[in-house]
């Protein structure tokens, strides 16, 4: 939706992917950055805390709404059944659309920032790592705003309560002026559940303002996209619901898909302690050697010089075009 796909307009120069040696060698010997299950981090935390903002908003337009059309008699009784039928209460509705596994992010990160020291202590082994520079046009034209999307985080959580709430009325306006005297109490059902899916869609790319510092810019692939309706599109009710669900599903986890010079591979498993966590791919040697223009060494990096510009050489790196230099930060 029109209010979301804003998120992905701002900035686009280089962005930096913070990491030990060790992943800094995976990602350049395979020409692959990997997205993480970000349900398997604390990031995910972030993502269902922002949730009661969108919770409040959702309450606000619709008593906004109903003060400004008190006349809608069709949408008091949208409002005043939320007992008799679960689809009109506002709560419930967004609390399964969080718990719904088709609303899983695989997630890569990087920063606006080239040399930050609270991202080597965090992200890059406690300064001994790397930092990797990419040019975000790349990842901005691989988005298709349904299984991949690539946008800035916006950290003003809190303030963006009164603009989503005005978001809302508007679309119920729209449904009301589309509809005219056909309007039934589930265009408003299906005007809020359309925002509520938007709003869980682009949660990650929402943080609290105490980590604005880190200037982050997020790489998600929804592996499930939009194929959680399924089951109210289709029109055979022959197959059971769930089957044609996994069979969706199936589908897409074992194919490679193209976006622009991106190619996201199917999703692939590792053990991590006692779990079983999924992750995915982006092969990048479709936009190579342009689309590293900068490799930063952390503060306390202990990289041979030589042999770093040797690997890189023998993994198609133009070094005319790739630099490489040194964290100015006093870090040791």
């Known amino acids: 939706m029109e209010y979301f796909e804003s998120l992905s307009q701002k900035n686009n120069g280089v962005v930096f992917h913070y990491c030990s040696v060790e992943t800094f060698m995976k990602i350049i010997s395979n020409l692959t950055l990997r997205a993480s299950n970000i349900r398997k981090s604390n990031d995910y935390r972030e993502v269902i805390n922002c949730m009661d903002i969108f919770r409040i908003a959702a309450r606000d337009a619709c008593r906004r709404y109903n003060r ?4 809608d008699e069709i949408f008091k009784n949208f409002l005043k059944n939320p007992v008799t039928n679960e689809e009109l209460d506002t ?5 399964r659309a969080i718990n719904n596994e088709s609303c899983t992010y695989y997630c890569v990160c990087f920063s606006e920032i080239g040399d930050l020291l609270s991202q080597w202590r965090g992200y890059a082994n406690d300064g001994t790592g790397v930092a990797i520079g990419f040019i975000e046009s790349f990842f901005r034209e691989a988005t298709d705003y349904c299984h991949v999307k690539y946008a800035q ?10 603009e ?5 009325v508007n679309r119920f306006e729209n449904t009301k002026c589309e ?5 039934t109490c589930s265009d408003y059902v299906n005007t809020l559940f359309r925002v509520i899916n938007a709003m869980v869609y682009n949660a990650i790319f929402y943080k609290d303002t105490s980590f604005s510092e880190e200037h982050e810019r997020r790489l998600v692939y929804y592996p499930f996209g939009n194929i959680r309706n399924l089951s109210i599109d289709h029109k055979s009710k022959n197959i059971a619901t769930y089957q044609l669900y996994y069979d969706r599903m199936s589908e897409l986890l074992e194919t490679q898909e193209h976006h622009k010079g991106l190619i996201r591979g199917p999703l692939k498993f590792e053990k991590k302690g006692d779990n079983i966590c999924s992750f995915v791919e982006f092969d990048f040697r479709g936009c190579m050697p342009y689309l590293v223009p900068e490799i930063i060494l952390g ?8 042999d770093l510009r040797l690997f890189l050489l023998s993994n198609g790196f133009d070094l005319s075009y790739t630099k490489i230099r040194r964290s100015s930060s006093a870090y040791r």
């Open 164 to 168: 989503l709430t005005s978001f809302i």
């Open 91 to 95: 709560d419930r509705l967004i609390e």
């Open 153 to 162: 985080v916006e950290y003003n959580v809190k303030n963006i309560r009164n």
């Open 68 to 71: 400004m059309y008190p006349e």
């Open 179 to 183: 509809y005219n005297s056909r309007l």
């Open 299 to 306: 503060p306390k990096c202990s990289l041979d010089d030589l």
